[in-house]
């Protein structure tokens, strides 16, 4: 039974939540993604950082992002999935929390992060169509 180990995508990189939105922005262009962990000090999983949120909580709210931290951003505890959890239960927190990017954890550790890209290439087309449905529902 493959696990969300599996599906991952390994290496994710944090943004540590003192590093202001301007160096988070520029992490993602050289990272070529849409969205970062937000780590602590103590490199532990504080939040999710997306380009949207820069746009919307920040820019277009008319806050300076060379001012306003990544963690100021990252609110509540964050959706995670246990690397050894399985695929099916990866797809139902996916789907129930309707995030399309779901940081993979191992004890404390951010071991990688579960992409609807990532269940796109591991998976079934039927299943696929499933989660990408269920994710987008709002």
């Not at 290496?11 to 780590?39: Q, Y």
């Not at 100021?72 to 797809?91: C, F, M, N, R, Y």
């Amino acid at each position: 039974m493959a696990t969300a180990r599996d599906l991952m995508t390994k290496g994710a990189e944090c943004v540590n939540s003192t590093e202001t939105l301007v160096d988070a922005a520029r992490k993602m262009r050289d990272l070529d993604v849409g969205a970062l962990p937000i780590c602590g000090e103590d490199q532990r999983l504080k939040g999710m950082l997306t380009d949207r949120d820069i746009v919307v909580k920040c820019i277009a709210e008319g806050k300076d992002p060379n001012t306003v931290r990544a963690g100021d951003l990252g609110q509540g505890k964050p959706v995670t999935i246990g690397a050894d959890d399985s695929a099916e239960e990866t797809l139902r927190t996916m789907a129930k929390y309707q995030v399309r990017r779901l940081p993979v954890i191992d004890g404390h550790q951010l071991v990688g992060i579960v992409a609807q890209a990532d269940v796109a290439r591991a998976l079934p087309n039927d299943v696929v169509g499933q989660v990408l449905e269920e994710v987008s529902e709002k």
